[in-house]
């Protein structure tokens, strides 16, 4: 019996303790002090599987690689390639590309750089046995000649006009790793302890959970500011925001569209955004009725609003898309609207009478799944166009790795799609609409376009090139294989008192720390 | 005689004791293999229903951008391509050795045994962190409530408990986060700490998300305390116990009290499966790193051998506290111990 007091006076007591601790307690804010430690969370994602490049697919895995090494090349502020470890490159006769490297730069472990390490990584994303997702990007490399410690020549088996771009320090693989660190640990195993030239170094991983780096002294633009970076992997884009607006995160890699409205008031927190590079369209399946009919699917794209989708979808934090290239890509992108890619309710009437197919013949399933703004999406779309067309579509509602398998296997009539961190036009391009291209969900074939993606992709010329996509994109909108849609911004949120992150289109994040100061 | 009857007596006694003994352990030991079975059903069911599902836990560990040759490389290099009744059985065959096997996309080639332990450490800490704080206050807004029965304070708790029942666990915690830590700033927001590392900031930290699956979980303690208690109240040695001149509070600790709480404690061990739903919600919302998160990144990315572990993990918790309840309450019974 007495037990049972004895019970009831320590929980009691236990209670009481809880709420002395919530009174007295330390207050979210205090931790906001020391100033060479940078708290940048990872929101919308928590999966990291590697920190090898070569290994490497996933956009936290990259906002994190961005940081531990750096590429023969890089982005600037303005998107133009510049130097980051290549000191200088120019053009042979030969057609071959030749490098410098700079002097003076060390990998983590203290080891210098030299041209073998550059020769090893790109070879080791060649070899076919090491199955690297970021293959393509080097496949048309026939070999990397060594001229000394640091010069190397990159001989291409014919002109390859994306291989500057996807020698960056962005989504690209292409990041230089440390031969010595590579063979000592095995492949395996370097992805858990990378041994990369950048800014930081990693210090430890906690799956699921998130992970800390610490600054590489040696780094070769001088030692960071910023000493250590906790980076929390934080998987709901709305617990991010609270996390920040907690005191408990300096910056986080993105923003619910939802929520930016609100944010922009709220003076302590700044937004940075901007249109980002990505495309969001309606992959069609060309093999199954009724996108097999080119007035249908033409008509289905004049019969929606692509303002009122922006506004509705992503609450304005956007652009309607008109074609296959984002904005942000310079002079491959050709604004305003197209014939066939606009709203014009009398038309697309005109256009589905065309049709072998009537407005109700089929029904129509468009897959979306349940995550952030892509169920509406869908949503918006199907109520458009059953309004203008008296259409039967519907929405099915799956989750997005199910969506994913089934547009691969073709198991769809159209779905709700979209690609983004791609920074070379051939990647919006060349693999979604050439014949074989392996992110042609739909099958689309055009000899016609396979021809000037091909010209395209060998140009050099940057004009030139552009003038190729250009037409390629003007049979491609006639031929409308794809619907598109409109091009998301790209959002940071950092703390009042952190300065100094630059905001680049394809969702840069992680090169940034060693820039940034924190008060 | 009398010594003779006495040696008869407990001779039966101890001989009833024995079979009362023998009739536990039986008891024990059918439940147990009947776990053992539901465990085994319950990992078949959910690796049928995930291999039924569409999707590829290459696509999620390779991402958009993996090309074909890679996703090809990945599945061989995973066992992806073996029958699926020979990946389900060397999986069940590597955990009756203690391997759980290897993380398919959520951790790319780490064991899913070496995953466990920390995770479980969380979700068993905030779980019983949030069964402490509903018992507390069940304990205290039943008996209140019981002891009043009909009075202001009744009502008071009994629409508290309405509206804890009420209210879904994901809206709690965004009200929490916004009232208590973002207007407030008394507790965190967001994150985790360890209770081996630091158990006053761990208890702190933990706070709002244990109080959000707290709440209907206290509400329905306190609902079913009152209404046993009520109960109780009105039995005959209750009444009896007055009759003799006992005080209130010293009926209602020793007759009352102890005999509702077999009842009680039976809803409690009922509702901790409750808990590992709320904790599945709460751990995403308030980035609690335990079981439930990961259980929800192995669906999303179809990472079989995670997904598989944690219902496992799951499955065998609320097998082990049914058993342990119906231990407790057999023990707790006063018809078995006086």
């Known amino acids: 019996m007495s037990q049972l007091q004895v019970k009831r006076r320590t929980l009691l007591q236990g209670a009481g303790a809880l709420t002395v601790l919530a009174g007295l307690g330390i207050r979210p804010g205090e931790t906001l002090a020391a100033t060479d430690k940078l708290r940048a969370a990872i929101t919308g994602y928590n999966a990291i599987n590697t920190f090898d490049p070569g290994k490497a697919s996933l956009i936290p895995e990259f906002y994190v690689i961005w940081s531990l090494y750096n590429g023969l090349l890089k982005f600037d502020k ?82 390859f006009a994306p291989l500057l771009t996807f020698l960056t320090n962005a989504r690209t693989g292409t990041q230089i790793v440390s031969r010595k660190s590579v063979e000592a640990a095995g492949n395996e195993a370097f992805g858990r302890a990378p041994v990369g030239t950048g800014p930081y170094k990693l210090v430890s991983w906690d799956v699921g959970e998130g992970l800390k780096l610490v600054a590489h002294d040696g780094y070769f633009e001088g030692a960071p500011t910023i000493k250590s970076v906790d980076i929390p992997l934080i998987s709901e884009e709305a617990s991010g925001v609270t996390a920040l607006l907690g005191g408990l995160a300096d910056i986080t890699s993105t923003a619910p569209a939802a929520d930016v409205p609100q944010l922009l008031k709220n003076p302590s927190v700044k937004v940075l955004r901007q249109p980002g590079l990505n495309v969001r369209f309606l992959s069609l399946n060309l093999q199954k009725p009724p996108f097999d009919d080119v007035h249908f699917r033409r008509a289905v794209s004049m019969a929606f609003q692509r303002e009122a989708m922006v506004s509705a979808v992503i609450f304005g934090e956007g652009v309607p898309l008109y074609g296959t290239i984002p904005p942000l890509l310079g002079k491959y992108y050709v604004p305003g609207e197209r014939t066939y ?179 | 005689m009398v010594a003779v009857t006495e040696t008869a007596d407990q001779a039966t006694v101890r001989q009833a004791g024995r079979k ?103 979700t068993v800490f905030i779980g019983l962190y949030a069964l402490t704080l509903a018992i507390v206050i069940s304990l205290v807004l039943g008996s209140v409530a019981a002891r009043n029965r009909g009075g202001t304070v009744d009502m008071l708790a009994t629409s508290l408990a309405v509206f804890g029942i009420s209210m879904p666990d994901f809206w709690l915690s965004y009200v929490l986060i916004f009232g208590l830590g973002l207007s407030l700033q008394l507790f965190p927001t967001y994150g985790y700490v360890s209770p081996v590392v630091d158990l006053p900031a761990a208890l702190y930290a933990g706070f709002l998300p244990a109080l959000a699956i707290a709440a209907p979980m ?76 990961l259980m929800v990144d192995g669906a999303f990315a179809r990472d079989f051998p995670v997904l598989q572990t944690c219902t496992v993990v799951f499955l065998a918790i609320v097998l082990v506290v049914n058993m342990l309840t119906d231990l407790v309450c057999m023990l707790l019974d006063p018809r078995r111990t006086s």
Not at chain 1, 461 to 472: F, G, I, L, P, V
């Open chain 1, 341 to 519: 890619a606009k709203f014009d309710p009398q038309a697309a009437k005109e256009e589905l009478a065309k049709s072998a197919y009537k407005a109700d013949e089929h029904e129509v399933k468009v897959i979306t799944w349940g995550g952030s703004w892509w169920k509406r999406y869908a949503e918006i779309f199907v109520a458009q166009v059953n309004q203008v067309l008296g259409t039967r579509f519907a929405v099915e509602v799956t989750d997005a790795n199910a969506a994913y398998a089934r547009e691969k296997s073709g198991d769809f009539q159209i779905g709700v799609w979209g690609w983004l961190g791609m920074i070379d036009p051939d990647e919006y391009m060349g693999d979604i609409f050439s014949t074989d291209g392996w992110r042609n969900f739909g099958k689309y074939s055009n000899p016609e376009v396979d021809k000037q993606l091909e010209a395209a992709r060998t140009t050099l010329d940057t004009d030139k090139r552009a003038e190729y996509y250009h037409q390629a994109e003007d049979i491609i909108m006639n031929d409308m294989p794809v619907i598109p849609c409109f091009c998301s911004n790209i959002h940071n949120l950092v703390r009042d008192g952190v300065d100094g992150f630059v905001q680049k289109p394809y969702s840069n994040f992680g090169d940034q720390f060693a820039n940034m100061k924190v008060s």
């Open chain 1, 78 to 159: 303005d998107m133009q390639i510049v130097p980051d470890l290549a000191e200088s490159y120019t053009t042979r006769d030969d057609g071959s590309l030749e490098f410098t490297l700079r002097k003076g730069v060390t990998f983590h472990d203290g080891s210098a750089l030299t041209s073998d390490d550059v020769k090893f990584t790109l070879e080791r994303l060649l070899d076919e046995s090491f199955a690297s997702p970021n293959r393509s990007k080097v496949s048309d490399i026939d070999k990397i000649e060594i001229v000394d410690d640091l010069t190397f020549r990159i001989y291409t088996k014919k002109p």
């Open chain 2, 20 to 122: 009362s003994l023998a009739a536990l352990a039986a008891g024990l030991a059918t439940k147990l293999i009947g776990a053992v079975a539901v465990l085994i059903v319950g990992t078949l069911v959910i690796f049928l229903t995930m291999k039924a599902a569409p999707g590829d836990p290459a696509l999620a560990a390779l991402g958009e951008q993996a090309t074909p040759q890679a996703v090809a490389a990945f599945r061989v290099q995973h066992g992806l391509d073996a029958p699926v009744y020979a990946q389900y059985l060397s999986w069940l065959g590597g955990i009756v050795q203690g391997d759980f096997g290897t993380s398919l996309a959520v951790a790319s080639g780490m064991p899913v045994g070496d995953l466990l332990p920390s995770k479980l450490l969380a």
């Open chain 2, 218 to 293: 206290a509400a329905v303690f306190s609902r079913t305390l009152r209404a046993v208690l009520i109960e109780t109240m009105s039995r005959s040695y209750a009444t009896a116990a007055r009759s003799f001149g006992l005080r209130e509070g010293f009926i209602f600790i020793h007759f009352v009290l102890r005999n509702a709480l077999v009842p009680y404690l039976t809803v409690v061990g009922l509702q901790i499966r409750y808990i590992l739903g709320g904790v599945v919600v709460v751990e995403r919302i308030f980035g609690i790193p335990g079981v439930g998160s």
